[in-house]
């Protein structure tokens, strides 16, 4: 009995949580992509972004806040196939990536 309430007070602490978070992302309404480049540089917003992005050189983080997915290209033309971040979701960016698009 003890076990079956704990269980059911961790679920609903879990769900809550995530409809908590989900609501806010909802909420702010962001369409946008934020790029994380160095501890020593600002983050670099695009905001509504669509089309090809050139990224910067030191780009580290790609975080997509859109309700789209976006793909990491390697050259900064988005010609080649690439990495597909997933909205509410980041990524790594390799080392050398050129741009993304929305």
């Known amino acids: 009995m003890r ?10 602490s879990a769900l809550l949580a ?15 992509v934020v790029v994380f480049r160095t501890e020593l540089s600002p983050l670099t917003v695009y905001e ?6 050139k990224l910067p050189a030191d780009a580290h ?6 309700d789209r997915p976006v793909t990491v290209h ?4 988005c010609l080649t196939p690439g990495l597909v971040v997933q909205p509410g979701y980041g990524s790594h ?9 929305a």
């Open 3 to 12: 076990r079956t309430r704990i269980f059911a007070l961790a679920l609903g």
């Open 18 to 32: 995530g409809t908590a978070f989900s609501g806010t992302a909802a909420a702010a309404g962001s369409d946008e």
């Open 48 to 53: 509504d972004p669509h089309g090809c992005h």
């Open 61 to 66: 983080v790609l975080t997509n806040r859109t």
């Open 74 to 77: 390697a050259d900064p033309f």
């Open 93 to 101: 960016v390799p080392p050398g990536s050129g741009s993304f698009s």
